[in-house]
């Protein structure tokens, strides 16, 4: 991603910033909200629901970046930068929904109770 965004970059009238790793700040707070209100408030531990949280927490790790810009640089630029902002979309939303896949597994083993405890009882 780093050549494309260098490209559209240099299209576009950004300002050189903070490093990429300042793009990942929201991402634990949108991502425990996601999971939260996906996966842990309904107790499904579906992995069809782990990929939507993993969905969710990209659309809303990009919502949050696209407020930022559009206060610090105008509503026009990010208007302008629209294929950046697709091309963002596909890499990380599916990425995202993958990432989730093993966590949701842990998830699911961790709350299976031990089938030795089941019949003790």
Do not use: H
């Not at 490209?7 to 300042?22: D, E, K, M, R, S």
């Not at 630029?77 to 993958?98: H, K, M, N």
């Not at 093993?102 to 109770?113: D, H, K, T």
């Amino acid at each position: 991603m780093g050549a494309v965004t260098d490209a559209l970059g240099q299209l576009l009238p950004f300002t050189t910033g903070p490093p990429a790793v300042f793009l990942a700040l929201p991402v634990p707070a949108v991502g425990a909200a996601a999971w939260w209100t996906v996966v842990e408030r309904r107790g499904a531990y579906s992995f069809r629901r782990g990929a939507a949280a993993g969905a969710v927490t990209a659309l809303g790790t990009t919502l949050c970046w696209l407020v930022v810009y559009a206060f610090v640089w105008g509503p026009r630029l990010v208007a302008t930068g629209s294929i950046l902002i697709a091309v963002v979309l596909v890499v990380t939303v599916p990425t995202a929904a993958l990432v989730m896949l093993p966590l949701l597994y842990v998830r699911r083993r961790w709350s299976a109770e031990p089938a030795s405890a089941s019949t003790a009882s």
